[in-house]
């Protein structure tokens, strides 16, 4: 129990010490991270990291999370940086709640990658926005 209690604690020092952009910053602070990359830096498993962080809650000043919500991969910019899935799939949940005609999947490609440098394919954003539960395009009405 006390070793359980340990790789816990070290998980999520490390992920806090990964993500303190997230603190101050919100979802666009988030970094990408993989359980991989916390296994490497801890010694051990991958596995052990998804046990330790599975249904475990972390109390912040931005709410109250699942470890996993830290956990992301990243997609390039053209500014040749890495940026969190996370944070990307905020930016389209507000491109959408801000539209004043329904925006296509390729018209939110185009927006992100001219206003904010993010290279992602069309069926990406599609991906995305079926994960979020938000309809497409034809099935949104315009303001």
Known sequence: V?????????VTEYIFKHQRRFLDE???????????????????????????????YVQTPRGIFELKFFFSGGLPTTAGKSVSTTYIKERIRKMIAQEESPLSDAEIVRRLKMEDGFV???????????????????KRKPL
């Open 2 to 10: 006390d070793e359980r209690r340990r790789t816990i604690l070290k």
């Open 26 to 56: 919100g979802a666009e602070g988030l970094k990408p991270l993989t359980l991989e990359m916390v296994a490497d830096e801890l010694g051990v498993n991958p596995s052990t990291v998804s046990r330790a962080t599975s249904g475990k």
């Open 120 to 138: 992602l394919a069309r069926r990406t954003v599609a991906k995305y926005r079926t994960q979020m539960k938000i309809p497409p395009a034809s």
